[in-house]
């Protein structure tokens, strides 16, 4: 597979084989496990699964050198106050945002009667304890907690217990927005010994019903590993953004969007789908002016080389296709009438739609979290939401007149399925005068 160039952007002209080829290399990025980390994260689990919170203590010394400890609300408190105070009025109106738009979309429970007088119906509830895991060091991410926790708060969670590793120095905005967020316990413990303490339960640190938050390859492989035992949120792969553009946008707009997910890391992917060779040219060209003056050029430049290119399709309408094949994480259309592609797309975690759309605005402010499926799983999973922090029970209520007709049917399927303590339940009640 050949581009037209040596550039940053690599062009691709969609020939059925080219753009598959880096479809796939797309995917099985993802899939890329370290079997030796899989085998750490056990063996650590296992210990703290069987000695709580004598083993979290000694992961914490030894992997973070400082010891786990409650961190009180009043350092919440203190932490907010001494925020600085244009980054406390962004994380708030965040905050504002993403419970707007997660009230509105918020599952409620329901009934309705039958005109047999049978009563059917779905309660709705918060999970009892969640645990939101936040990166800590030079990955700290306020906008995760904020992300993960105001949902969860929407949906009635009891209780909210924060995980983040205990640096000498914490980190003052994320403890801000725990504190705006409405976070109930916060812990300085990180890594595998943190998911373990929230799975098992250790010491003052409680087991939780749920783990959600992004982590390293520890706490991802962690995180699968303790599933089952808790709910996860999901299996986070890397980061990718899909854009689909016509002639008529801004190279400019185009180029600073794929870089934007391409500086996360080098394991990134950030794709341009494109019906103009003019426009994939033109954005090249920008992309390369404007990587050069980002302090992670290093990172986009791997990532980039690796996992970027401009793939020039023969219609906006094929553009679709592969966009649906690839299921990305974040989905920008970039065309003069980007509704009208709308109808036509089903896999992505988050579309974004229009020149002033841009994901980062998705990323930070604009209220759906920005936890997404990633890697081609947006075929099958949803963002975070408040349904991710319910749990729903079937209420069924039948009279006897409701009941009756329906005995010999029940006593039939039960009887085919060899079942006859079931046939009998109901069938003493048939027999009742």
Known sequence: MKGENKMLLQILKADGTAEREKIRAMKERALQENTQITEDAAKILEDIRQNGMDAVERYSLQFDKNPVRRIPKEELQAAYEACDPGLRTALERAAVNIREYHEHMLAKSWEYRREDGAQLGQVVRGLERVGIYVPGGTAAYPSSVLMNAVPAKVAGVRELVMVTPPTQNLSLPVLAAANIAGVDTVFAVGGIQAIGALAYGAGEIPRVDKIVGPGN??????????????????????????????????????????????EHDRMASAVLLTDSMELARRTAEELERQAQQLPRFEIVRESMENYGSAIVCRDLKEACLLADLVAPEHLEVSTENPRELLESLHNAGAVFLGHYTPEPLGDYMAGPSHVLPTSGTARFFSPLSTDTFLKKMSVIEYPRQALMPLGEDIISLAQCEHLDAHANSVRVRLQER
């Open 217 to 262: 390859a520890y706490v991802a492989a962690a995180k699968k590993l303790v599933y089952g035992q808790v709910d996860i949120d999901m299996i986070a792969g890397p980061s990718e953004v899909l854009v689909i553009a016509d002639g008529k946008a801004d190279p400019k707009y185009v180029a600073a969007d794929l870089l934007s997910q391409a």
